[in-house]
């Protein structure tokens, strides 16, 4: 089953083969409960409460490409959700720095995902206004549909550093990569639509 959704994955236009075999070794079924495991493996998103989702994989490998990641980068996540998308980062060898805003899914995962053997920092917050105290961050990712890019975002990258972050309406957003050229300059792309859960917080979607 995992070698048939790296498949699908991979036709879908993922080329980065790192990426590809992290997804083939996690072990996705762990997220769902034993009457909905069939689904674990088709590349699709699936509820896991608080009104998020466990994301589809191959919008997890398409951010992932996007970001480029290195051994050793120091990533900025915001929204933990599940984990996945943390566990796909720290099987590429990156420092994960996850945030989420709903407390019952962080308490969650900060408890599950150390049972599978996975360890990022966690914290609970807001995201969409970043997490300075730790900046400056070589990747960020947001994985979460926002309304505009928020400043605080770029400010915290350091100069070379990616942002990948969805930008749209609550219906669909388009996917872009902003790196930072210098100080005060970026280098905006943009690829194809995508619908996320909102980016909820102070510089994202109020409740």
Not at 33 to 38: F, P, Q, R, S, T
Not at 75 to 81: A, L, N, P, S, Y
């Amino acid at each position: 089953m995992r070698r048939q959704l790296v498949k699908v994955v991979r036709e879908k236009g993922i080329k980065d083969e790192r990426i590809l075999e992290a997804i083939g070794k996690i072990p996705r079924h762990y997220f769902f409960e034993n009457a909905l495991v069939e689904h674990a493996y088709e590349d699709k998103a699936f509820p896991i409460g608080s009104g998020q989702t466990i994301s589809q994989p191959y919008t997890v490998a398409f951010q992932t490409e996007l970001l480029n990641v290195k051994p050793g980068d120091k990533i900025f996540e915001i929204g933990t959700g599940s984990g996945y998308q943390s566990i796909v980062l720290l099987e590429l060898g990156a420092e994960v720095y996850t945030i989420e805003y709903q407390k019952e899914l962080y308490e969650r995962t900060r408890r599950f995902l150390p049972q599978m053997g996975y360890q990022p920092n966690f914290y609970y917050g807001d995201g969409s206004q970043g997490m300075p105290r730790f900046a400056p961050y070589d990747k960020i990712i947001v994985t979460a549909g926002a309304p505009t890019v928020p400043d605080a975002l770029i400010d915290q990258l350091k100069v070379g550093g990616i942002l990948v972050i969805p930008v749209g309406d609550a219906k669909t957003q388009q996917m872009l990569r902003i790196t930072k050229t210098a100080v005060n300059r970026v280098r905006t792309e943009t690829f194809t639509n995508f619908k996320f859960v909102p980016l909820l917080g102070a510089d994202g979607w109020r409740k």
